[in-house]
C-alpha cells in the first residue's frame, strides 16, 4: 500500500462512508508513533506531516546527539547530526527524516489495521451522534428483521442500526419487515461494541412526546402536558393544562374531529386515551381523573397521605374502576392520590347508621 493508496483510501471513505480524513489521518498519525516505537527501541519522539493534497506524509524522527551511539534507535553520532543540522551540537536533538520504505510490510499493515479499525470507529461516532442527536424524542424507524424466536426487532433509524427488545414492543404491535415504525429514544449509552441504543414503544413518555409532535400549541407552550399515566398497548390518561384563557387545552390535544388524538391512537395500535384538564384543586383533578365515570364527590381523607374517598352514582361504579381496576389504579397515577371509590348506596347507608 503505497501513499497514493492509502490518501485515495481516506477520501473514498469519507465518500462513501461520512468518515472524515482528518479523522483518520489522526489514526494514521497514531499508527506511525506506534510503528516508529517498535522499531526504535521505543522512541516515539516523531514529527509527521502529512499533506493530504500531495498525498504523501513525511516523519522525523529526534534522536540525541552522541559521541559514540550506544541505542541507535534513540541517538545519532555528532558526526551524522552535522550532515543534517551543521549548527547541532552535542546532548541537543536533531530530526532525522526516516524514509518510509524503512517501515516496509509493519508499516503498510499498520496501516491498514488502522483503516479498517477507523472505519469501525467512524461508524460507531457516527452511530452515536446519530442516536444522540434524538435522545428522548419519538423517531420513525423502519423494521429491517424480526426474530421469529423472541419477536425483538432489528430496526434502521438514518443510517445507524438499533434493537427493539419484545418486552419494549406493545402487546398488539405486529411488526414487519419493511414496514415504518415510531420507536423512542429512552437513552444512549458509549458500550465496548458500539453505542448501546434503549429503545421503547411502552414508554410513558412515548404517548407524551407523540402529543408534543402533532399539537402546535404544545410546542408553543401554550398547552402543557402535566401528568401522564400510561399502561402501554391498553390505555393512557393525559392531565394537560391551557396558559391562555382562549385555548382549549383538551380541543387543541384531541384536534379537528379527533384528528390529532386519532393519528396517535392508530399509532400505538388502539390504545385508548383518556385527555383530561390538569387542576391544582385535588377535588377537581381527581374528579376528571376518574373520567369517562362521573364522580359525585371527592372526600380529602388525609392531605399528608394524599388519600381520599370518592363517591360515584351505583351505575358508574364499574365504570369508575375499570376493567380489573384500570381505570381507577390509571387515575391514581396520574393524580399521585390513593382513591377509595364508594358506590353511592353504600355512603347513603353509612350516613343513616
Known sequence: MNNKEIFGALFLLEKERGISVQFMLDKIRKAILTACKNS???NDDAI??????KNK??????KTVVDEVIDTGKEISFYEARKIDPNVALDEKVSVKLDTKEFGRIAAQTAR???RQGIKDGERDLMLQEFESHRQQIVS???EKVDPKNGSATIRIGKAEAYLPKNEQLVNDKLKEGSHIKVYIVDVKEGDRGPKVVLSRTHPDVVKKM???EVPEI???????KQVSREAGSRTKLAVLSHDENVDAIGACVGSRGARVNAIVDELGGEKIDIIEYNEDPVKFISAAL???EVLNVEIISEELKSCKVTVPDNQLSLAIGNRGQNARLAAKLTGWKIDIKPESEIKKETEL
Not at 509527521?48 to 493534497?53: Q, R
Not at 506524509?57 to 529526534?62: A, D
Not at 410546542?219 to 402536558?225: A, D, H, N, R, S
Open 141 to 143: 424507524a423502519i423494521i
Open 57 to 62: 506524509f513525511e516523519v522525523f524522527l529526534r
Open 291 to 293: 373520567s369517562p365515570a
Open 40 to 42: 526504535y527501541n521505543g
Open 219 to 225: 410546542q408553543e407552550k401554550v398547552v402543557e402536558i
Open 211 to 213: 402529543f408534543e409532535t
Open 113 to 115: 489495521n488502522i483503516i
Open 48 to 53: 509527521i506531516n502529512i499533506d493530504e493534497k
